[in-house]
């Protein structure tokens, strides 16, 4: 297997995920980038509850494949939507969103994305408490999800 890159678990560091770019505890652990010609670059994140991402731009999209938890993403001017144990969220190229754990809940996700001259993802602003907040109300109206 001289051609097969395998990384053992717990080969791979886990490192807090910095401040500026997420509000809350995040860690992030497996991070890997694939060897050119690929692009693809991929870890797992986890959220304590009420964690987040900060506004986020992928300009090739990002793919969210969702192992544990329940959270809350939003792509720019539209609502904002549950996330749970299962599903697979795509946020398309270039446009601007943000995820992370509801206020009760943990949330832990495989992302993945390709980089586009170097640039895998840009953080911009942090999701105000005002903005997160709405998620709230989200789930408050529908205690049945």
Known sequence: MENVKIHKAGSLPNIKAPEI?????VLISNYFECENPSKLIGATVFFKPGSRTSWK???LGQTLIIIG????????????????????????????????ATPNQTLTYIAIHESKDGNAVRFLEKVTDEEYSKGHTLLNQNPNK
Not at 21 to 25: A, H, K, P
Not at 73 to 95: H, L, N, R, T
């Open 69 to 100: 938890g329940i959270g809350l993403a939003q792509c720019e001017d539209e609502e904002i939507f549950e996330i749970k144990a299962s599903d697979i969220v795509q946020f398309p190229e270039g446009k601007r969103h943000w995820d992370g």
């Open 21 to 25: 770019s997420f509000t809350g505890e």
């Open 57 to 59: 731009i992928n300009p």
